[in-house]
C-alpha cells in the first residue's frame, strides 16, 4: 500500500513540475512577443524622428534665407554634396557647381544621407531628401520628402512657405 502511495504522490509531483514548467513557457514567449514588439516600435520612432530631423534642417534652411540666391548657397554650404535636378529631371549636377536662380524656379534637390543620417555623395548614400523649391511672386513653397535609398515612395513628407520680404534688386 505504501509503495502505490508513494507511487501516486510522485505521479502528482511530475505533473505539478510539467504544468509549471509548461506555465513558465507560455509567459516567457508572451514576454519574448513582447519584447520583439517593443523594439520595432522603438526602432521605427527612431527612424521617423530622424526623417522629421532630416526635413526640419532643410526648413530651417530655407526659411533663414533673405533671397533664393541666398537659400541655395546655404545648402551647397551646408550640403556639399548635393544635387540640383536639370532638363527632364534624368540628369544631376552638383548643387555647388550649378547657379539656380530665382527665375530657375521650380528646380528639385536631392540631399543624400549615410546609414548614420549624416550628409554624404550619392555612392554612399542610404537615404534622400528632395526637396522641389518653387516659386510664386515672392512667395517660396518647398516640399520636402524625405526617401530610403532607391525607393520612390516618401516615408515622410513636409511643405513649407517662405515669403521673402526683400528681394534682390529693391
Do not use: W
Not at 526623417?51 to 526659411?63: D, F, H, K, M
Not at 551646408?78 to 530665382?102: M, N, W
Request: glycine share 6%; with cysteine; aromatic share 10%.
Amino acid at each position: 500500500m505504501a509503495q502505490r502511495h508513494r507511487a501516486s504522490h510522485g505521479s502528482l509531483f511530475l505533473m505539478e513540475l510539467i504544468f509549471s514548467i509548461l506555465l513558465f513557457t507560455i509567459i516567457a514567449t508572451i514576454c519574448i512577443v513582447g519584447f520583439v514588439k517593443s523594439h520595432t516600435l522603438s526602432r521605427d520612432a527612431s527612424l521617423q524622428t530622424h526623417y522629421v530631423t532630416i526635413a526640419s534642417n532643410i526648413a530651417e534652411i530655407i526659411r533663414s534665407g533673405e533671397t533664393v540666391e541666398e537659400t541655395i548657397s546655404s545648402f551647397a554650404t551646408y550640403y556639399p554634396d548635393a544635387v540640383v535636378l536639370v532638363g527632364d529631371g534624368t540628369e544631376e549636377v552638383a548643387l555647388s557647381k550649378a547657379q539656380i536662380k530665382e527665375t530657375d524656379l521650380p528646380a528639385i534637390l536631392h540631399i543624400y544621407y549615410d546609414d548614420a543620417f549624416h550628409p554624404c555623395a550619392f555612392s554612399d548614400a542610404a537615404y534622400c531628401a528632395e526637396v522641389k523649391l518653387g516659386m510664386d511672386s515672392r512667395l517660396l513653397t518647398a516640399d520636402i520628402g524625405v526617401r530610403i535609398g532607391g525607393n520612390t515612395a516618401h516615408v515622410y513628407d513636409l511643405t513649407i512657405e517662405h515669403f521673402f520680404h526683400n528681394m534682390a534688386g529693391e
